[in-house]
T-cell receptor
Framework: NAGVTQTPKFQVLKTGQSMTLQCAQD?????MSWYRQDPGMGLRLIHY???????DQGEVPNGYNVSRSTTEDFPLRLLSAAPSQTSVYFC??????????????FGPGTRLLVL | QKEVEQDPGPLSVPEGAIVSLNCTYS??????FMWYRQYSRKGPELLMY????GNKEDGRFTAQVDKSSKYISLFIRDSQPSDSATYLC?????????????FGQGTRLTINP
């Protein structure tokens, strides 16, 4: 198993550009989520999905869109990049939580710089 | 006030020392308490998980939860240079099949040989 994969590893954008961060998992996990990690802030939840066709907002959803058309993929779209979106983005996945005991597996991250 | 507070450090100790990492939280709705380890330029990986007050031991690692004080700790015994990483506490609550995590800021730990 490749686990959770993310592409690209690093990206530089200009303010106003759009892009999609890719996330895929091969563990047949129902739950997938996106976090951003900023210095001094820990990881913050952006959006999450409990299955194909179902998404919901996390703590910091503004400026980001998601969709979940398949179990395997959960792309994160930046509609109009802003310098405040400079961050490291992590995708995570797990089995559907029934008692909260399922481990979330994180991808290697995408470093995004918005100029 | 942040829901989860963690001293960011950095913390530097000699090899073999006992390390204590701590987090406090304010939301009584948190049901699960976790410690993640994150090596430089890598994703976090789950180290310890617990859902009740008390201690949980796994090798050189002990996780402690005190729900009445809203305080969790991670102890590392016989610390090794390979333990050098950033340690993140995380609190979770279950919502319709989703485990929504709130992370602390992370503590950067260095074990000196």
């Amino acid at each position: 198993n490749a686990g959770v994969t993310q592409t690209p590893k690093f990206q530089v954008l200009k303010t106003g550009q759009s892009m999609t961060l890719q996330c895929a998992q091969d563990m047949n996990h129902e739950y997938m989520s996106w976090y951003r990690q900023d210095p001094g802030m820990g990881l913050r939840l952006i959006h999450y999905s409990v299955g194909a066709g179902i998404t919901d907002q996390g703590e910091v959803p503004n400026g980001y869109n998601v969709s979940r058309s398949t179990t395997e993929d959960f792309p994160l779209r930046l509609l109009s990049a802003a310098p405040s979106q400079t961050s490291v983005y992590f995708c995570a996945s797990s089995r559907r939580q029934t008692q909260g005991q399922e481990t979330q597996y994180f991808g290697p991250g995408t470093r995004l710089l918005v100029l | 006030q942040k829901e989860v507070e963690q001293d960011p450090g950095p913390l530097s100790v000699p090899e073999g020392a006992i390390v204590s990492l701590n987090c406090t939280y304010s939301n009584s709705a948190f049901q699960y308490f976790m410690w993640y380890r994150q090596y430089s330029r890598k994703g976090p990986e789950l180290l310890m998980y617990t859902y009740s007050s008390g201690n949980k031991e796994d090798g050189r690692f002990t996780a402690q939860v005190d729900k009445s004080s809203k305080y969790i700790s991670l102890f590392i015994r016989d610390s090794q240079p390979s333990d050098s990483a950033t340690y993140l506490c995380a609190m979770g609550r279950l919502t319709q099949g989703a485990q929504k995590l709130v992370f602390g800021q992370g503590t950067r730990l260095t074990i000196n040989p």
